[in-house]
């Protein structure tokens, strides 16, 4: 899958991740042109044109900080982007075993999942394009492996994808906790400056909206079966732990 089809946005967006998009307007196609028997030329309109609003500084500039918070904003923004690639290629690994297996019910509870994973995508794109942050350098490793651990945990049974599920949104869920927590300094000092800039807490809610998207995910993955996979304690450790080295190394390459 290209990624622009993975950056596809899902139609409707909560409030505050509406506003992280609120510069980037949606466009509608015009409808096809049909020639007709010719006519008076159009009136000019009276009055003076609508002034375009001004772009939004929140979704559209970056906050000029000492070099320890802006070297912790590019982490942020380039891990969070790097585990969004990894998250949709293994939710397309998980749909394609699962459709392998004839398991439709399945494939569909992934696909609901995954179009989550393509919004969260969409908007670190262009987080990570308005503050100038470089993304990871390894997303064609990402991709394979992502997509080789949704696969084969998927082809194991419903059980195993769940718990794949279960371990990455786990690790995930304490890993957006544990950025909050890194950004509360950064949030203080830019509260407390003279022009505090928009884009900072503003991330903040997005983090935390995420944050609680993948635990959502981690609470389907248990209802749907997630500890009764065979080896659960294994597979868990396995993949939350390739998840940790993923965070890592993707924080900073």
Not at 21 to 39: C, D, K, V
Request: hydrophobic share 40%; aromatic share 4%.
């Amino acid at each position: 899958m290209s990624l622009p089809t993975l950056l596809r946005q899902p139609p409707t967006l909560r409030p505050a991740l509406a506003r992280t998009l609120a510069s980037h307007a949606y466009n509608p196609p015009r409808p096809a042109f049909t020639p007709g028997p010719p006519g008076p030329p159009p009136a000019a309109k009276a009055g003076p044109s609508t002034p375009r609003a001004p772009p939004n500084p929140a979704t559209t500039t970056s906050p000029t900080l000492p070099p320890d918070h802006r070297r912790l904003l590019e982490e942020i923004v380039r891990v969070d982007h790097a585990g969004e690639l990894g998250a949709n290629w293994i939710y397309r690994g998980q749909k394609w075993g699962s459709q392998m297996r004839g398991d439709k019910r399945t494939a569909e509870q992934v696909e609901d999942m995954w179009e989550n994973e393509r919004h969260h995508l969409n908007v670190l794109t262009r987080m990570a394009h308005q503050h100038r942050v470089r993304p990871t350098a390894l997303y064609p490793v990402w991709q394979v492996l992502a997509w080789g651990m949704g696969a084969t945990t998927a082809l194991m049974g419903k059980e195993a994808a769940m718990a794949c599920t279960e371990a990455v949104e786990t690790v995930i869920g304490e890993h957006y906790d544990d950025q909050l927590r890194a950004l509360k300094p950064v949030l203080a000092d830019n509260a407390a400056s003279e022009t505090p800039h928009p884009s900072l807490p503003l991330m903040a809610e997005v983090l935390e909206e995420f944050r609680d998207d993948e635990l959502g995910h981690l609470d389907i993955a248990v209802e749907e079966g997630a500890l009764k996979a065979p080896g659960h304690s294994l597979l868990s450790a396995a993949i939350g732990a390739a998840c940790r080295i993923g965070i890592m190394v993707g924080s900073k390459v």
